[in-house]
């Protein structure tokens, strides 16, 4: 009897849908109006845009292996989301610069994180959480208590609202949806993602083959970056507001959402797929808490608990003896 | 001649940079504070420092086996909620001596916790003592969900004011922690920590107990970060979820300053102690260079990510020299 | 003191390779006993399964007659079992004195470590070797700072520390030089007098004649013939080694040399690494040149200078043109390629596919987005090419045999139509049938104008492929042998430095 395998994006859809079954039998669920579903789970897909938008520099740094993460894209995304908030003020014509902006900013962040762990031997961990506290400092510069700024109807339009009224998805799933295809284009039908795969699975033999193994790092982080900073752009036009913490809490889901989708947190393996997958998830796990009405420390310790186990089964080393 | 002499110092005792450091932040310290030596000004800064400098001490004990602790923040944290929910302000000493012992206790589980995980099931350290950061933290907020709370005020001026033999009391502490340090580090558990953080797979062949010492440097910080909150709780007099999330990266940059390599292997507590106390006057400088209070974060953070920067920009420069 | 050490029948597999399917040895007090076997045999498996490393997956330890079973390291080390490692089992940032006593350090009082003791039985132990060391050797030296014969030194005081029954000697005089190993064998003599068993894991058949009471010879795992060094010779020793239809027999033949054209293809002048000491040498377009000499000798940082990734001082050049190449991109666009002797932790991405293994250093010719059908093309071509025997492009190369994992290594380099092949150790580890596949592959290559320079650990290979063999020895060519005078003898004597310049 042949072994059925399915693919860990696949399994992480099947236990969203799951979820999603689940939350419908809570008090507050759709219980069996396909309606109230059905608009539940659009909702549910539209917050999990953002996510899914801030979990892909995660997906790349952990795939380049060596303990690759970024703990800087929280406070980057905030950082983004201020920047284009002020920039823009209300104005059409701005749109454009702002998203410039943010990635150019969102890929000098991360292009310094890069620096510090190829150059400086800094472990990507220490690197990118040090990196998080420079960019909040920056951001209490710019913000000073308040800021000034507004969204512009544009933005507010291409993200948060539907694409007609004929067809009731809002505009955010279809930019994640064409986002997805190219984050798949790039890590499966490009040179730079195929070097990514060679480098997190083996530095030395990518190396003997020919990748330029510091330019990969370096072109991956700052990579990393200037997507956050695209995720700050989005947030920002699907809210309308910006605060101190508006980045953050993305953090800490982004990289189970990535883990979830069956990429190896020690690299060389997964998909973006898979982390739309989890982000999917993530969300859902989040909502099903805001509708039992549990606190902000029990989503934490439930975040906690999931990444642990997720190790647990999926990210075991070598034992000691063989 | 003399500059590879002075190397080669550098390289047997790598705390002699901490001890450089520590002096000349001292020396500014003094210039910006002229009556810092004053009996109470002396002891008024240690005791800020005192938390840091217990939290460190389990940190570079960590870090020596090769591995890292992300969760001390979050330990501490726990303490404190516990401590301020439980003593409450009008509790009586005896209350508080409990708990105390309580949450020694809860340190030492959680440390076992992140140990079990990392020296057993073999997950990677980083991920692991993140995920379970989350798991404290979380625990700590849905334990104390909004500031408040506290310990009875006469032991917070116990805290406060303890100077026996006109020493700040932290002064002893510390002399009690280095005096455990040299003796642990001259027993054949000190070797067994050098080793399994210098090659663990050369420890396991050579018949040192690699997952009983991995296990037991995390039950260490454990305790370490259970005594820094503890510490920290006494010194604030109140409790606060979100306490300890500072903490954590003082921790790691304090052992990087210290001249302990991040690898694990080579190092000491002295060193590390020595970076806490740097840091801690490094703080106050800024806080004393009349930076305006928007800026000081960015300054601080920023001086964080120099420090741990610094031993790879040295080791730049070295090897271009070689 | 135990008296006796029984394996039987020992069974043990790393995931799908078997490593052992029948290993057996016999041990005795006041006997050395030379565990022999080429490479890829299992006697360094063995050696680990007796001192508790590694798990038996089936068969039996009995330890004067009864039955034991180790659960660790430590455990062996109760039951006086040593041993001195082939991969260093030294702490680097420890000292010399801290690596020989961990774990069994001489407490004081107070259960600290009494350094007055620790320091007078290191110098007592240190003093064994006395005299064949270059400088003095202090008990505080940090073991990172010494050279690899003295590390090697350290790791035979430390076994020898605890004063086993049983010493087991796995590869320990590779570093070693003749000093060092005849002092070593003085010793070894006077452990066996006192009623130690030593176990002497080796194939270095000049040391095992000269040391050995019994031998125990293992091939693919099995343990083949087992007895007294006194009723046997080299030649016999050496057939129990090897398999019967000696793929060695095949040699070019004609076909060496004729086809070498005199145009000069590679050049080496006054090369210089870490562990080379100035090398001069040529290959000619067309030439198979050999690489010998004992393992360690800077045969790897010669190839690896010439790729690209290890820095040099010297000057190599290509069909006349100086080059200097900072990383293996450089080299590859100038059609060299490598082939490097780990596969495992340098050829291959292991948990990727095939086609991503062989296409890894081309991917760029295929344009953006990568044309996959071309590609796949491509890699079934030179698969095919190959005679590569695999489930299909999309497996990973995990799933692969040894032999054929090899092929993709070669085959992501052949795909590239390369100038100049260099090669590692290509055939460790392979079997026979691919070994006989790849000698006609190289012979092709040679034809059609290629330049290859081959190190081998193999000197029957190196006999039956290369037009000329140049043997390094302490980083430094020691000789040349061509035609008449590319003998096994010559080659052996070569690598143990005997030779010198011209040959015999």
């Known amino acids: 009897m042949k072994r059925i395998s399915i693919s860990p994006p696949v399994a992480a859809l099947l236990l969203a849908v799951i979820l999603f079954l689940l939350s419908g039998f809570l008090p507050n669920g759709f219980g069996s109006d396909l309606a109230v579903a059905q608009s539940q789970a659009t909702n549910i897909l539209r917050l999990a845009v953002f996510l899914g938008v801030i979990a892909a520099g995660q997906t790349l740094v952990i795939i380049s292996g060596s303990e690759g993460i970024d703990l800087s894209s929280g406070s980057v995304v905030t950082l983004t989301a201020i920047l284009t908030y002020v920039i823009v003020k209300g104005q059409d014509e701005k749109v454009l610069l702002a998203l410039l902006v943010s990635l150019a900013v969102g890929g000098l962040i991360g292009l310094l994180n890069g620096a510090g762990i190829t150059f400086l031997k800094i472990s990507p961990f220490v690197m990118t959480l040090g990196m998080s506290g420079v960019v909040t400092g920056a951001i209490l510069i710019i913000n000073h208590g308040n800021v000034s700024g507004k969204v512009a109807p544009v933005m507010a339009r291409l993200i948060a609202r539907p694409l007609s009224t004929s067809i009731p998805i809002p505009n955010a799933i279809i930019i994640w949806l064409i986002f997805g295809v190219l984050m798949w284009l790039l890590l499966e039908r490009t040179t730079f993602g195929k070097n990514l795969f060679a480098l997190g699975v083996n530095r030395v033999t990518a190396r003997l083959s020919g990748v330029n193994v510091t330019g990969m790092n370096l072109a991956t982080y700052a990579l990393a970056g200037a997507l956050a900073g695209f995720g700050g752009f989005l947030l920002v036009g699907n809210t309308g507001v910006v605060f101190i913490n508006l980045g953050q809490p993305f953090l800490f889901p982004s990289i189970a959402a990535v883990a979830v989708g069956g990429t190896l947190l020690s690299g060389g393996k997964g998909s973006y797929w898979g982390s739309m997958a989890g982000a999917i998830v993530l969300t859902l796990i989040t909502s099903l808490l805001t509708t039992m009405q549990m606190p902000d420390s029990v989503r934490r310790m439930v975040l906690g608990a999931t990444l642990l186990i997720l190790i647990s089964i999926y990210g075991r080393q070598q034992a000691l003896r063989q | ?99 105390v012992f309580i949450s020694l206790a809860a340190g030492l589980l959680a440390g076992a916790i992140n140990g079990f995980f990392i020296a057993y099931l073999r997950l990677q350290p980083i991920i692991t003592t993140y995920a379970t950061s989350f798991l404290y933290a979380g625990l700590a907020l849905f334990i104390l969900p909004n500031p408040g709370g506290g310990i009875p005020a006469q032991i917070a001026a116990l805290y406060r004011d303890s100077t026996p033999l006109n020493l700040p009391l932290a002064f002893y502490i510390i002399a009690i922690i280095i005096l455990i340090w040299l003796y642990i580090s001259s027993t054949r558990y000190g070797k067994f920590l050098f080793a399994v953080g210098g090659r663990a797979e050369a420890a396991y062949e050579t018949a040192v107990p690699v997952t009983l010492v991995q296990f037991s440097t995390y039950v260490i910080s454990g305790l370490m970060s259970a005594l820094a909150g503890i510490a920290i709780t006494m010194l604030s007099g109140s409790g606060n979820a979100d306490i300890g999330n500072p903490m954590t990266l003082n921790s790691i940059t304090a052992v990087v300053i210290g001249g302990n390599a991040m690898s694990g292997g080579i190092g000491g507590v002295a060193g590390p102690l020595m970076g806490a106390i740097t840091l801690g006057f490094i703080q106050n400088i800024v806080s004393f260079a009349h930076i305006s209070t928007w800026w000081e974060t960015f300054v601080k953070a920023t001086i964080i990510v120099v420090a741990l920067a610094a031993p790879g920009v040295i080791n730049l420069f070295r090897s271009r020299r070689a | 003191m ?490 052996v004597a070569a690598s143990l430095g005997v030779l010198n310049g011209g040959a015999q």
């Not at chain 2, 969760?71 to 209350?95: F, H, M």
């Not at chain 3, 003085?186 to 031998?215: C, N, P, T």
């Not at chain 3, 293809?265 to 210089?272: A, S």
């Not at chain 3, 666009?333 to 062989?358: H, T």
């Open chain 2, 1 to 99: 001649m003399r500059r590879s002499h002075l190397n080669a110092l550098a390289a047997r005792h790598p705390a002699l940079f901490a001890l450089a450091l520590l002096v000349i932040s001292l020396l500014i310290n003094v210039i910006l504070q002229p009556n810092m030596f004053a009996r109470d000004t002396l002891n008024s800064n240690m005791r800020v420092f005192l938390p840091s400098i217990l939290l460190t001490a389990g940190q570079a004990i960590v870090i020596l086996g090769g591995g890292i602790d992300i969760s001390v923040g979050g330990i501490v944290s726990i303490v404190n909620t516990v401590l301020a929910t439980r003593v409450g302000l009008d509790g009586s000493p005896e209350k508080m001596w409990q708990f």
């Open chain 3, 2 to 491: 135990a008296e006796s050490l029984s394996a039987r029948n020992i069974v043990k597999h790393y995931g799908g390779v078997v490593a052992l399917s029948d290993g057996n040895l016999e041990v005795q007090a006041r006997e050395v006993v030379a565990l022999i076997g080429a490479n890829g045999s299992g006697k360094s498996t063995m050696s680990k399964v007796i001192n508790g490393v590694v798990v038996l997956d089936g068969g039996q330890l009995l330890l004067d007659g009864n039955p034991v079973h180790f659960s660790s390291p430590q455990a062996a080390k109760k039951m006086g079992i040593a041993t001195v490692f082939q991969e260093l089992s030294l702490i680097p940032q420890m000292t010399v004195a801290e690596n020989i006593w961990l774990t069994r350090e001489p407490l004081n009082r107070t259960g600290a470590i009494d350094r007055k003791r620790l320091n007078a039985r290191t110098e007592e132990l240190l003093a064994l070797f006395e005299g064949t060391f270059k400088a003095r050797l202090h008990p505080d030296d940090p073991v990172a700072s010494l050279p690899a014969d003295e590390k090697q030194i350290i790791e035979v005081l430390k076994a020898i520390s605890s004063d086993p029954w049983m010493l087991i000697l796995d590869e320990a005089t590779a570093s070693l030089d003749s000093r060092q190993v005849q002092r070593l064998f003085e010793l070894v003599k006077q452990w066996q007098e006192k009623g130690k068993a030593i176990v002497f894991v080796s194939h270095r058949m000049e040391e095992i004649f000269r040391i050995a009471d019994k031998y125990s010879v293992l091939r693919n795992g099995k343990t083949v013939g087992a007895g007294r060094m006194s009723d046997i010779n080299e030649k016999e020793l050496v057939k129990l080694m090897i398999a019967k239809e000696s793929v060695f027999g095949y040699t070019r033949g004609e076909s060496k040399a004729s086809k070498v054209e005199p145009e000069v293809c590679l050049e080496v002048q006054e090369l210089r690494t870490d562990y080379l000491r100035g090398i001069d040498l040529r290959a000619h377009k067309g030439e198979l040149v050999g690489i010998g000499g004992l393992r360690g000798q800077g045969q790897r940082d010669l190839l690896l200078s010439l790729f690209g990734d290890v820095p040099y001082l010297g000057i190599i050049k290509l069909f006349g043109r100086q080059t200097s190449f900072k990383h293996p991109r450089e080299a590859m666009k100038n059609g060299i390629a490598l082939v490097p002797g780990d596969r495992a932790r340098e050829g291959l991405l292991y948990i990727r596919s095939i086609l991503e293994n062989l296409l890894l250093p081309s991917w760029r010719q295929y344009g953006f987005p990568l044309r996959m059908g071309k590609a796949k093309k491509d890699a079934a071509e030179a698969g095919a090419g190959l005679n590569l025997k695999m489930a299909g492009l999309q497996e990973p190369v995990s799933s692969l045999s040894g032999g054929n994992a090899q092929k993709v290594v070669i085959g992501k380099w052949l795909m590239r139509s390369p100038q100049v092949l260099l090669l590692d150790d290509p055939t460790k580890g392979v079997d026979v049938g691919t070994k006989a596949e790849f000698y006609v592959l190289l012979s092709r290559l040679c034809e059609e104008g290629k330049t290859i320079l081959f190190y081998s650990s193999d000197d029957e290979e190196l006999i039956g492929m290369c037009d000329r063999v140049v043997v390094l020895h302490d980083g430094l060519i020691s000789t040349e042998l061509s035609g008449s005078t590319l003998t096994k003898e010559n080659l």
